[in-house]
């Protein structure tokens, strides 16, 4: 549950682009961790950076929990979109764009899995509006800097 104070970032796309390793991996970078109970949504910990916090909550890819995103956007301060390059952007991917936009949460896009696959940036452009795009590769951990840079001088 967000915490008085907390920037609230909520992960979410479609299933198996890579949520789960990039915030593995996210977290698993930088000194401080802070774990609480999984509540409607998954507890990813959080970030504390010059004394402010950020928590990043998930939400599961299968679009049959699609209700727990719902449930899981409440009070975000930041959405994460999350692609796989390999698949380029799909119709669910799309779907989620829509569910954001339609509840007026700013959104940033990460371009995951650049190992195998590509999505220009000026494609997701033309497609919404988001408030960063930054590509990078979970496994590698490669973009992981330039991703937190960008959440963090957004909520600044
Ligand atoms: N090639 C490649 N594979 C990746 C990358 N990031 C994650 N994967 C792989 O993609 C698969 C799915 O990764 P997860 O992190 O479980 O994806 P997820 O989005 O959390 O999946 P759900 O929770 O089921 O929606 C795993 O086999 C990962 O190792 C990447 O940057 N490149
Ligand atoms: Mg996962």
Do not use: W
């Not at 961790?33 to 990813?44: L, M, R, S």
């Not at 890819?61 to 449930?71: A, C, S, T, V």
């Not at 590698?140 to 909520?155: F, M, P, R, V």
């Amino acid at each position: 549950m967000k915490k008085e104070g907390e920037i609230k970032v909520v992960v979410i796309g479609s299933s198996d682009v890579g949520k789960t390793t990039l915030m593995e991996n996210l977290i698993g970078r930088i000194g401080k961790v802070e774990h609480n109970g999984i509540t409607t949504a998954i507890d990813y910990g959080s970030l504390i950076i010059d004394d402010k916090k950020i928590h990043f909550f998930g939400t599961p890819g299968q679009k049959r929990f699609e209700f727990m995103r719902e449930l899981a956007l409440k009070g975000t301060n930041l959405a994460l979109i999350v692609l796989d390059a390999s698949k380029g952007i799909t119709e669910e991917d799309k779907e989620i764009i829509k569910l954001l936009e339609s509840k007026q949460i700013p959104y940033g896009v990460f371009i995951n899995k650049t190992d195998i696959g590509e999505i220009d940036i000026n494609e997701v452009y033309n497609l919404c509006n988001p408030k960063f795009v930054v590509k990078g590769c979970a496994i590698k951990k490669e973009g992981l800097n330039e991703l937190i840079n960008k959440i963090i001088s957004y909520t600044q």
